[in-house]
């Protein structure tokens, strides 16, 4: 199996719309704001592979986690 993979990521106003390849849904993107910080779910599951994540002051990390 292989995981989700990011495929594109734009910024759309006060968002930025991520689009990732593979994996199985439900999907679940996740946010932080620096590379030791903890995951936090960034809007509600879904099985879609595009989402809408607002953008933070600052540095972050966004991440796709997909159904096993």
Known sequence: MIPPRITT???S???VVIN???GNPPFQVQF??????TWS???SP???RT????????AGFI???GSP
């Open 9 to 11: 990521i734009v910024r």
């Open 13 to 15: 106003g006060p968002d």
């Open 20 to 22: 990732w390849a593979y």
């Open 32 to 37: 932080k704001n620096n590379i030791t910080g």
């Open 41 to 43: 779910n960034s809007g």
């Open 46 to 48: 879904t099985t879609a």
């Open 51 to 58: 989402a809408h994540v607002p953008i933070q002051p600052g």
């Open 63 to 65: 991440r796709v986690m």
